[in-house]
């Protein structure tokens, strides 16, 4: 196999010298570095090495080039080179310009120049965009390969399963005739899809998640029936408890029902995350943490549905779906919320064709040309807005209330306004979904009275609905479902019915010693990406004085 490449576009031939030059010292013997000086020379070799099978694992761009800049430059080669890692070089004038820039195209990094000493500097951008190439890149060569039909739910939703767990994967269409030779080769028919054919060869069809999830490699099943901690949910909040507990020595499980990062692991871009200058998505955030709780130790099930907890004298019980169960010394209630159905005629039939709840950001290159309409007021809803921007010709942002203002963060409200073909309509709701077969229509009530638009996708970002049903009796909750910890807890100076113990409930504690509840689930929490990890990061502390006491 030939070596992979680093590629360097800059048109100050002194400034592409010094970097490939620094490249070549660090990386010379592994990787070959390919260096242009401009953004077309730069694209004709990028075409020319994808035709050869060469694989390019990262592509530096400078940012001020004449005639293409280095955004325009990688939004280019991200359609000839999509597994490339990508990095903008700027100056310290532009850092303002090329920020604004990244929101619109997924660069990974930015630099700084001059980049000296590069072993500061460089080298650990370099490093970490070539790791990021190795796990998603280099694995992506032996592709999942999945066939279905363009509108059918149950094709969506294993795609969205992949995707949500970073399995690399390619869609086929059975309409078309490599999809169609695929399906025959499977043994299988056009009505037996949607059918996933593993780079083993495996033909699943119509499989259900965990029978994909196992055939896909991922961890359903735990090693000890016995843990210091058990985390339910994989969200941020789960996933803080999972770094910190199993990194300070916890023997620790994390459990997540679908796939970890929760409702901000589908996030296109979170740019107010500290650390964090040009932003990162919600699913490098979601697999940094993951790959770190790993380091450290931790187990992470996925597609495990947990349906009841039961305290067992002093040990934890948490149950499955299939009737098996787990214990644990102590446990952290990590669920996050889900998004609310929107109730209207034609959307629960046309849901996976057409309507989505999420980002669904698969959908992305479907949605070239077309019109895009989503529903929300909130950031989830901007940052998919300015997302989708980047490829369907409209975008329309459907608010109920009165302005953006008290919902959207100040920033992101700026951003959309800038964005040509996007367009927020307040005071306007979903009526009715149309269409046949896959969403074709919507109708919607405004200021204005009632008008049917257009429509070749809606995605839905209302509400926060917690997944707590199954610890109905077994912790005290609010009446919308959230769970009250600590001081919520205490009644005129008093401890919760049945407290066992002589102190009151730590702060993230609940009603059950031991059990701890992090993130949104939890009742008053702060809804915010940050406060999420903090606080399960903060619930790790809490079990330990909690074991201290045991």
Known sequence: MPKPVLMTVDDDPQVSRAVARDLRRRYGEEFRVVRAESGADALDALRELVLRGEPVAAVLADYRMPEMNGIEFLEQAMDIAPLARRALLTAYADTNAAIQAINVVDVDHYLLKPWEPPEEKLYPVVDALIETWRLTGVRAIEQTRVVGHRWSAEAFALRDFLARNSVPYRWYSVEDPEGLRLCTAAGASPDDVPVVITPE?????????????????????????????????????????????????????????????????????????????????????????????AKFGAEVLTVRDV?????RGSARVVRFADGSEIAAHSVVLATGVAYRSLVAPGIAELTGRGVYYGSAATEAPACAGQDVYIVGGANSAGQAAVFFSRYAKTVTLLVRGPSLEASMSHYLIRQLEGIDNVTVRTGTQVCEARGDGHLEQLVLAGPDGTEAVNAAALFIFIGAAPRTDWLDGVVERDERGFVRTGPDLVVAGRPPAGWPLDREPYYLESSVPGVFVAGDVRAASVKRVASAVGEGAMAVTLVHRYLEEQ
């Open 307 to 311: 349906v009841a907890l039961e305290p």
């Open 201 to 293: 060869g495996t033909a699943l069809r119509c499989p259900s998640e965990s029978e994909l999830a196992a055939a896909v490699g991922l961890t359903t099943t735990p090693i000890s029936d016995f843990y210091d901690l058990v985390i339910v949910g994989g969200g941020p909040a789960g996933l803080g408890s999972a770094v910190y507990g199993a990194s300070e020595g916890l023997r620790t499980v994390l459990v997540e029902r679908q796939a970890t990062g929760g409702q901000a692991g589908q996030s296109s871009r979170i740019e107010n995350y500290l650390g964090f200058p040009d932003g990162v998505s919600g699913s490098q955030l979601t697999d940094r943490a993951r790959r770190q709780a």
